[in-house]
């Protein structure tokens, strides 16, 4: 099998519509044929580059020494390291490899250091040996043959990202859980650690339908094919549609209709799950989307026929906030996901980003201990598509919300006790 031989550099730079050519300082790649970047991003001095084949990934993080008192680019924190050994046949760099394995997803990380650099290499196959594959090919070399840059991007980046929350309030003090969910994600992403979204917020007693719709109808005159759409939406629900408004159809039919490379939406209610049916019955329209170079992912609280519980109430670490400020219960595990509790949910390795999938586990998971329901997910997405980076705790302080000191069964309990009086 041909391989093209491409150089890897901070800057990136498109030759054509078939080759690309990237360096990092003096270190060169090839990958196979088959093999794609999927993603090109810089978070301060760290450029961030993710290679997609199939159910295969491959992510390599660089950074400049001067930068490295930030603490590792990678920790293996919730993975048991089954070996560890380095490269034994001689590169430009000299790597030390450790095999990893989280439940059953493996995966091989080298890390390197240079006289200006830091550079880690992981990969991801099925299997183990698939893995120490990907990455022995990768330090040799491998030829990538497309570009697409998506959610966390780099300077070069020409679109723009929009981020729309809304709900309505709920019967007396429960409006707070409205509020704080929606504030919660919308402080994540409109945040230079979510992408800079340019965020609305539509909630509130004095807010009305209509300026949903205007706002739905102002981002399509605007939307291109290079933009970001990030969705949340919280309050009540039935098996057709939010008490607020907009029916799952009308959600559904309204995000389809934009053209923006990469739409995520996020629903909390009762029986929200029908919002992924409805996104399933014109699979069609969006099944291919991946391989277009878009995404799509849905999550709603619950099943289709499942009730949404209540969040954790008050919050520890903000003593004087309202009733309600943790958010509901989905709302409280996504927006804990989002600020690095899931960092390494799915194999163990903390990067300090968070991935779709890793957003996507970790949220269902505390969702279920704590809310006693399980969110239903759809789309056509890569898991490995990082949408925020892990923010400072400083960062985490300064935002609404928080239940640091609360285990999982202490927030259970506050969660069962306010669920006795209500429910979403």
């Known amino acids: 099998m041909q391989l093209r031989q491409l150089g890897l550099v901070l800057c990136v730079t498109t030759l054509s519509a ?7 300082e003096e270190v060169s790649l090839r990958l196979r044929d088959g093999w794609q970047l999927h993603q090109e991003a810089k978070d301060r001095e760290t450029q961030l580059l993710g290679f997609l084949n199939g159910d295969n990934y491959l992510q390599i993080y660089v950074r400049p020494l001067s930068s490295s008192n930030e603490g590792s680019l990678v920790e293996i924190a919730g993975a048991k390291v089954v070996k560890q050994y380095d490269f034994p046949i001689r590169t430009h760099l000299n790597w030390n490899i450790k095999e990893t394995i ?49 959610s966390l991007t780099g300077p070069d980046y020409s679109g723009k990202k929009y981020y729309v929350g809304f709900g309505d309030y709920l019967s007396g003090s429960m409006g707070n859980e409205v509020k704080y969910d929606i504030a919660h994600t919308h402080d994540i992403f409109t945040k230079e650690i979510g992408g800079g979204y340019l965020g609305a917020k539509i909630h509130g007693s004095e807010i009305e339908e209509i300026d949903l719709t205007k706002k739905w109808i102002e981002l399509k005159k605007l939307m291109t094919e290079k933009d970001m759409f ?174 640091e000191n609360l285990s999982n069964d202490e927030i259970l309990e506050k969660i069962r006790a306010l669920d006795a009086q209500w429910h979403l």
């Not at 078939?18 to 990092?24: A, D, H, N, V």
């Not at 890390?111 to 200006?116: D, E, G, T």
């Not at 330090?139 to 840059?149: D, E, H, V, W, Y």
């Not at 799952?248 to 053209?259: M, T, V, W």
Request: glycine letters at 10%; hydrophobic letters at 35%.
């Open 18 to 24: 078939f080759s690309l050519e990237m360096k990092i």
């Open 230 to 403: 990030v969705q949340y939406s919280s309050g009540h629900g039935s098996t057709t549609g939010l008490m607020f408004g907009p029916t799952y159809n009308e959600i559904r039919d309204n995000a389809l209709s934009y053209p923006s490379k990469e739409i995520i939406i996020f629903t909390m209610s009762c029986y929200s799950g029908n919002l992924v049916e409805s996104f399933n019955k014109k699979k069609l329209e969006w099944q291919d989307w991946q391989s277009k170079g878009r995404t799509l992912m849905v999550m709603s609280s619950s099943r289709s026929s499942e009730t949404s519980s209540t969040g954790p109430g008050t919050d520890s670490e903000e003593p004087d906030g309202p009733e309600g400020s943790a958010g509901s219960a989905f709302g409280h595990a996504l927006w804990k996901s989002l600020i690095g509790h899931a960092d390494g949910a799915v194999d163990g390795i903390k990067d300090h980003f968070i991935s779709l999938a890793e957003l996507r586990d970790h949220t269902i998971k505390i969702t279920e201990e704590v809310g006693g329901h399980t969110p239903s997910i759809t789309g056509a997405y890569n898991g490995n598509l990082l949408m925020v980076k892990v923010p400072s705790q400083a960062f985490v302080d300064s935002l609404s919300g928080g239940t």
């Open 102 to 150: 989280k439940d059953t997803v493996p995966a091989n990380i080298a890390v390197s250091k240079s006289k200006n650099f830091d550079y880690v290499i992981v990969a991801r196959g099925l299997t183990s040996e698939m893995s120490s594959q990907i990455l022995r090919e990768a330090l040799l070399g491998i030829a990538l043959l497309t570009k697409s840059t998506r």
